[in-house]
């Protein structure tokens, strides 16, 4: 058989997460498809680390009352709607905190500045690789040296007005008008790529295991784009739009 000249170029946009079936959280990837890191985050977690202090500062909370922390203190869109804190057996009261991590072993982040926005009030820590260079009001900038992973730290959130809306943003991609969604580098691989397969990135397998519902599919304002409900079709249109595929 010949091969037809107008052959058409298809890419298979691989799960921004492992395979939902696991029980595993985060997969690292290599390739960085969003110009946002927080799209390609862990969902926000108990940020329990390893440790003995159980002090007001630390982030050690051992025997968190499961009654104070558990699904139901999320919002849809992956952000706490609120942050407790509880008594401790020394009478210390122990602070709550949820924590997101991008690039496990500095994988797909760039090194250099970044400008953090969110809405909402709350209080944010950047660790891991990530430091916080200053920050006025819903902005922050932050320097970023991949090697382990960047760790976002919610440690205060305002019932009243959740934090939400979190992005990280490399300020040397960053353009006047509008930040664009997907990393120029990513585009450029798929720049011949005529057909998209997005199985990968709504998390959909032969076995059908990750059904879900309109209602219940990632929106573009959810807090990542890595979580269980893959990738929102918003983004998916957007992509194919843009590569004209």
Known sequence: ???????????????????????????????????????????????????????????????????????????????PAFLPTFKTDWGTDQFVSVKATIGLGGSFVEEGEYLATWSGSGQLMFQGDAELLNTTGNTAYVKVNPSTGVVVRLVATDAEDPLHSLSLVPVAHMQPSSTPTFHPQFLKSLESATVLRFTGWQ???????????????????????????GVAIEHMIELANTLGA
């Not at 799960?15 to 997969?27: M, N």
């Not at 390609?40 to 009352?65: C, E, M, N, R």
């Not at 998390?203 to 990542?224: C, E, G, P």
């Open 1 to 79: 058989r010949r091969v037809p000249s107008s052959l058409r170029t298809g890419a298979f946009l691989s799960p921004l997460r492992v395979h939902p079936s696991t029980g595993e959280d985060y997969g690292p990837t290599s390739t960085r498809q969003f110009l946002d890191l927080m799209k390609q985050s862990t969902p926000f977690v108990d940020g329990i680390d390893k440790g003995s202090s159980l002090t007001a500062t630390s982030w050690d909370h051992y025997g968190v009352p499961e009654s104070l922390f558990n699904k139901s203190s999320f919002r849809s869109d992956g952000y």
């Open 203 to 229: 998390l959909i397998d032969a076995w059908d295991i990750n059904s879900r519902s309109w209602a219940s599919r990632t929106a573009t304002t959810a807090q990542t784009q890595a979580g269980p409900g």
